[in-house]
């Protein structure tokens, strides 16, 4: 799984799914013939407590990648000196979704879940750093003569599988569920870079696709984690199945694989969770570190660490259950390993439970 970004730090593993505010038509702006509306959210100004009507056009699947053409306008009568930048409605481009990478901006404050597929797709991260491909420094600012309309922004995002057909749409703190996926660009376009709704859709850059880097990044499993307080074992919902999580610092001391005795709580309740679950068949204990060190290193201490939770499992298990051991090194973050916190979430052990 990689990591889930709010703010500079980590929310840990659990993406919290709630209803955006207000999802159908919050607000009374001009209608205009012919423009999709496939959802609207109310979002509130972090600066003053205004609020913004906030409207997706369109999920449009091209080659390689998905964009996602959405406007801000304020309602009638706003203050004509009302802020209208993006990053201060609804957290902007702070709560947003990352994939391992540090990319940021109002351009990268799209994702797109795929709940029944268990998958997030985050805006693709580009060559120039932390940046993604999208509209720049969203103003949504209109015409003098048309205070209150609303104006266009776009961010592109990792391709969908063909066989997904609807999305929920993570944006500005917002969740806009159930929103259809289309192909093909909108158009008409114009050649407004930030159009006000109605006069042409933005064009898109698809030539700068090229500069595309770890796409693979942008697509990661959503999970549902719930970590009890008296409890250093985490148990999350994955489309895999159920997911048993330790912190290696509950484990192992600094760069060791051995088990100390203080690791026998976090191993007895590991146990406690499988027996409770009915578990039998096979589980497989993957061992994790952070990116510090030579990457040959990290991969064998996590190979020894998933090794030595296999043994003490096994010990306590039934012989019903298989148990496979393997490591991953720094592969699959959960976290940011440029930040202390996040290079110790990184740190783990996994135990995966059959279906």
């Known amino acids: 799984m990689k990591n889930l970004r709010v703010a500079a730090g980590a929310l840990t593993t659990a993406v919290l799914l709630m209803p955006a505010a207000a ?3 919050p607000a009374p702006l001009p209608t205009v013939e012919g423009v999709p509306v496939l959802a609207r959210a109310w979002i509130s100004n972090t600066r003053d407590g205004g609020s913004a009507v906030l409207t997706v056009h369109g999920v449009r699947r091209i080659e390689g990648a998905t964009v996602v053409y959405f406007s801000m306008g304020l309602p009638k009568g706003a203050p004509a000196d009302a802020n209208r930048l993006f990053s201060y409605y609804g957290g902007g481009f702070w709560n947003t979704l990352t994939v391992g990478n540090s990319a940021s901006g109002a351009e990268c ?29 969203i103003d949504f600012s209109p015409p003098a003569d048309k205070p209150n309309a609303a104006v266009v922004g776009w961010s592109i995002v990792a391709p969908l599988p063909k066989d997904v057909t609807t999305v929920d749409v993570f944006i500005s703190s917002q969740v806009l569920p159930d ?21 042409g859709w933005p064009k898109i850059p698809t030539a700068r696709l090229s500069e595309v880097v770890d796409a693979d990044k942008a697509v990661f499993p959503l999970m549902s984690r719930v970590q ?16 048993l ?27 406690a969770k499988i027996t409770a679950a009915g578990t ?48 991953k090194g720094e592969a699959d973050p959960i976290a940011d390993n440029g930040t202390d916190d996040g290079r ?7 135990i995966t439970l059959p279906k």
């Open 23 to 25: 999802v159908a038509a």
């Open 109 to 137: 404050a799209v994702s797109l879940l795929d709940i029944a597929g268990g998958k997030a797709y985050s805006t693709l991260p580009i060559s120039d750093a932390n940046s993604c491909l999208g509209t720049k420094g």
């Open 179 to 199: 929103v259809p996926v289309e192909d093909g660009l909108l158009e008409p376009v114009s050649q407004d870079p930030v159009p006000v709704v109605g006069t």
């Open 228 to 243: 009890p307080i008296d409890v250093p074992v985490a148990e999350a919902q994955t489309s895999e199945g159920v997911q």
């Open 245 to 271: 999580e330790i912190p290696a610092s509950v484990l192992f001391e600094f760069d060791r694989s051995d088990l100390p005795p203080a690791a026998g709580e976090a191993i007895d309740a590991a146990v």
């Open 280 to 327: 039998s068949g096979a589980i497989t204990v993957t061992g994790y570190t952070d990116s510090t060190g030579d990457d040959a290193y990290n991969q064998a201490l996590s190979e020894r660490r998933a090794q030595s939770v296999l043994a003490a499992l096994q010990a306590k298990l039934p012989g019903t259950i298989t148990l496979t051991a393997e490591g």
């Open 344 to 350: 110790a979430l990184n740190r783990r052990v996994t």
